[in-house]
C-alpha cells in the first residue's frame, strides 16, 4: 500500500480561534472535526497542495505557512502521511465551499471537541 501525503493548514483568527470544519457522509473519520487540507496529488509540493486544498474547502488563499509538524499515521487500510502548516499569512473571508459545518474554536475548544487521533499532537503544541 502507498502512503498518502496530507497537507494540512491551522489557519487562526485576530482572537486566536481555529479555523475546523466537521467530516461528513461518505468520508473517512465522518463525524470528526478537522483542519482543512487533503491529499497532495502527484508532481505537486506539499505547500502547492495547502494552497489548493484551502482555496477549494474554505476560500481562503494561503500567503505563507510554516511546517509545525509531520507525522506518519496509519489506519488498518489506510496509510497517512500528515504534514501540519500553521498558516502565517492569508487573504479572504473563510467560507464553507464545500458545504460543510465550518466554525472557529479556541484551544480550548479544539481540546475538546472529537479529532482524529492523528491530531492529539499537534492540538497539544497549539
Ligand atoms: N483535512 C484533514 N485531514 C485529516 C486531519 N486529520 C486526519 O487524520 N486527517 C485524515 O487525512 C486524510 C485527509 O484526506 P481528505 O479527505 O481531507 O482529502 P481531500 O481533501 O483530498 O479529500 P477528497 O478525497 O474528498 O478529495 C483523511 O483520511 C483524514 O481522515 C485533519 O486535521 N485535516
Ligand atoms: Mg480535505
Do not use: C
Not at 481562503?60 to 502521511?81: C, G, M, R, S, W
Not at 491530531?119 to 497549539?126: F, H, P, R, T, Y
Amino acid at each position: 500500500m502507498k502512503r498518502q501525503h496530507i497537507a494540512i493548514g491551522l489557519v487562526a483568527n485576530s482572537e486566536g480561534k481555529y479555523l475546523i470544519s466537521l467530516r461528513q457522509g461518505e468520508q473517512h473519520l465522518a463525524g470528526k472535526w478537522e483542519f482543512p487540507g487533503g491529499k497532495v496529488e502527484a508532481g505537486e509540493s506539499e505547500l502547492e497542495a495547502l494552497k489548493r486544498e484551502l482555496d477549494e474547502e474554505v476560500g481562503l488563499e494561503v500567503k505563507t505557512a510554516e511546517l509545525i509538524e509531520t507525522k506518519a499515521f496509519d489506519f488498518p487500510d489506510l496509510q497517512l502521511q500528515l504534514s501540519f502548516y500553521r498558516v502565517t499569512e492569508y487573504l479572504g473571508q473563510a467560507e464553507a465551499k464545500e458545504g460543510q459545518p465550518l466554525r472557529w474554536a479556541s484551544v480550548d475548544e479544539l481540546k475538546a471537541l472529537p479529532f482524529p487521533k492523528a491530531n492529539d499532537s499537534v492540538i497539544a503544541v497549539l
